[in-house]
């Protein structure tokens, strides 16, 4: 019996994510400064900061994170850390 294709998820590359919107899928770091795919279940702002609420990929859960430590592409990412792109809320 032949394998089910797995598709996986796309981005939009070149786009800044201040422009996402929800539905669109996009990357975000993990506590351990990986990054890992989420789609953007909800958008808001809170204290003058942009905030997702994302619903993870690899382990479908939710969680709520700042729109800066969030991006299209997924080399934007590596190699940064959490508390260096938005340390108004991650110290």
Known sequence: MARKRIEKKT???GV???EAVIG???YYL???NKPILAEISSISEESGIKVFL???QVDYKFMTVAAAICSFNEK???G?????LCPAVYK
């Open 80 to 84: 940064k850390k959490r508390h260096g």
């Open 11 to 13: 981005t939009r590359i």
């Open 30 to 32: 993990s506590t351990s």
């Open 54 to 56: 994302l619903i993870c």
């Open 24 to 26: 669109d899928y996009c």
């Open 16 to 18: 800044p994510i201040t």
């Open 76 to 78: 934007n990412l590596k």
